[in-house]
């Protein structure tokens, strides 16, 4: 396997695992895997992002293909482009939330159906490894798509008069700099709003506690009533509370049930991750939600909702995805229906961290990650141990194992992207949650 090649998009260092030959001819060989006759390519604002984009330009038209340059964009932008004007297939240059010195390329297919490596990256793979020789026999036309204003407009279609919020939008230097202000207003507080792909403030992954300090620096001295903080691509948003607490993106699932069940009074099922609280569930069942459990990553996650015709869904990673936006993920879309619910609490006298409280009534670790190379045997025996010694109400086994019992759960699953074996458990209370994570991180460190 190259090593730029992953579960869920090509991936990896320029000039090291992804070279200007190397995607010249993932976009030669793309027609083959994926016969079109037009694609849409975008790209975010990183350092490499041109020079990918001609050789992945060059490759495509080599090959026939005419390519629709959407200029810079978000992730999300290229998905709803793709959608709203029917294309063939589209490509995003990203490499979302990592540093600067990687790229690399989402791709989706008709009607934003994502494509991982299941879905013929790994055929993909196989031709630009192989020893074919590339013969240029046909020249695609190279067209200009400007969408942004439209795409804009969409977007304005949810927005509420945010003048009575106190916040801070953190944009990362990323692609969500491209429509922050329109979107949030004036009287926003923008950290990191210019895009530039040397990040020059912190990394883009709004994950890492790391680079969330001064976002929640600025809500403690700005004394915000939210923070809003984006990835590198503007597919991802977090949020910090009144209190400068870090609100778990699960969480966000539930709280999305305000606007759609209560506020738009719409009925539906909603798709959450594997990882999410048990919380979330409960909460989404006030209102009379189905809520289907499914595998985590947007190859999966998408496409579960097309597939139940669900509202919307969401994952631990802070990925939220809407029926409406082409069962795609969204962060800006994402952050305005939140501040649409946080503007209604205000006005009913109720904070943040006081929507965010009602949900949360668990103790829970966070996702922790192991690096363990014997990731299966070290699953197993965590599955084993508990299996014998307790009865599990559940067993869910589609991606790692989630053992659900009367008063407490836990997840464990091989990382798709990364060389972890990645945990994660939540109790009724912090005693028991540190109980049973003990016994735990007993039988992991065995396999360390």
């Known amino acids: 396997m190259m090593n730029a090649f992953k579960a869920y998009d090509i991936r990896g260092v320029w000039g090291t695992d992804l070279t200007p030959e190397m995607v010249f001819r993932i976009g030669y060989f793309y027609n083959q ?10 790209r975010d604002m990183r350092l490499s992002s041109d020079d990918m984009f001609q050789s992945l330009c060059d490759g495509l038209r080599g090959a026939g293909v005419d390519v629709f340059d959407g200029g810079l964009t978000t992730t999300p932008m290229n998905y709803w482009g793709n959608g709203k004007y029917g294309f063939e297939g589209s490509i995003m240059i990203t490499a979302s939330h990592n540093s600067r010195e990687y790229n690399g390329l989402k791709f989706s297919g008709p009607h934003v159906r994502p494509i991982g490596y299941a879905d013929g990256l790994d055929r993909l793979e196989a031709l630009v490894a192989g020893s074919e020789p590339v013969i240029i026999r046909l020249q695609g ?11 804009l407009q969409f977007l304005e279609h949810y927005v509420q008069p945010y003048n009575m919020i106190n916040m801070v939008v953190d944009c990362s230097n990323g692609m969500a700099g491209l429509f922050a202000q329109q979107l949030f207003g004036q009287e926003a507080t923008y950290l990191n709003l210019q895009p530039d792909g040397n990040f020059p403030s912190h990394q883009p992954n709004p994950l890492e506690a790391e680079n969330r300090d001064e976002i929640v620096k600025a809500v403690v001295e700005l004394g915000c009533d939210i ?13 910090i509370d009144e209190k400068a607490r870090f609100v778990s993106p699960d969480l966000i699932i539930a709280l999305l049930g305000k606007y759609f069940f209560g506020q738009q009074k719409e009925t539906g099922r909603v798709v959450q991750d594997i990882r999410t609280s048990k919380a979330v569930a409960e909460y989404l069942n006030r209102y009379g939600v189905e809520v289907d459990i499914w595998r985590v990553g947007r190859a999966f996650g998408a496409t579960k909702l097309k597939e139940v015709d669900g509202i919307y869904g969401g994952e631990l990673a802070g990925h939220y995805y809407f029926r409406d936006f082409y069962y795609s993920d969204s962060g800006l879309l994402a952050a305005l229906l939140v501040l649409n619910i946080v503007r209604e609490a205000k006005m009913n006298g109720q904070s943040f961290s006081q929507l965010i409280d009602e949900i949360s009534v668990y103790a829970n670790t966070g996702e922790v990650n192991f690096k363990i190379e014997e990731k299966e045997k070290a699953m197993e025996a965590v599955v084993s141990y508990f299996r014998n010694s307790e009865s599990p109400l559940r ?5 790692g194992y989630r053992l659900d019992f009367p008063d407490w759960w836990f997840n464990i699953r091989p990382s798709n992207t990364e060389p972890y074996l990645r945990f994660l458990a939540e109790a009724k209370s912090e005693k028991l949650l540190k109980t049973k994570t003990k016994i735990i991180y007993q039988i992991l460190k065995q396999f360390e």
Do not use: C, E, N, T
């Open 227 to 239: 923070g809003i903080i984006f990835d590198g691509d503007a597919d991802r948003v977090m949020f």
């Open 33 to 42: 895997v994926f016969p079109v006759k037009s694609v849409l390519v975008s």
């Open 395 to 399: 067993l869910l086994d589609f991606d």
């Open 141 to 151: 036309h190279l067209y200009q798509k400007d969408y942004a204003a439209a795409y």
